[in-house]
Nanobody
Framework: QVQLIESGGGLVPAGGSLRLSCAASGFDFSSYYMIWVRQTPGMERELVAAIRWNGDTTGYSDSVKGRFVISRDNAKNMVYLQMNSLKFEDSAVYYC???????????????WGQGTQVTVSS
């Protein structure tokens, strides 16, 4: 059974930091791209950050570049999102997702977590 379980969300003042974690199980984690996606009500999902299966390549949306850092620990089947200098507009539900390399090219994600709420107070 595939599971992606996010944790670490919460309420934080603007300028603060949060670290999201995602625990993966039930699939070959070290072969998958891992992605963080966020969504606010009425808005399209935004691909925030992604990391290649071996961790050697990362990518970020322009809105978070320089503030967020994605990382992974393949020994622990974990992926993280360190979020610094948080802004009000970063408030969203953050989802962890996984994609095979072929599906990553198509931006089609194979597995999703249930999401964790991040609220940044202005």
């Amino acid at each position: 059974q595939v599971q992606l379980i996010e944790s670490g969300g919460g309420l934080v003042p603007a300028g603060g930091s949060l670290r999201l974690s995602c625990a993966a199980s039930g699939f070959d984690f070290s072969s998958y791209y891992m992605i963080w996606v966020r969504q606010t009500p009425g808005m399209e999902r935004e691909l925030v950050a992604a990391i290649r299966w071996n961790g050697d390549t990362t990518g970020y949306s322009d809105s978070v570049k320089g503030r967020f850092v994605i990382s992974r620990d393949n020994a622990k089947n974990m992926v993280y999102l360190q979020m610094n200098s948080l802004k009000f507009e970063d408030s969203a539900v953050y989802y962890c997702a996984a994609a095979t390399p072929a599906n990553w090219v198509r931006r089609e994600f194979d597995y999703w977590g249930q999401g964790t709420q991040v609220t940044v107070s202005s």
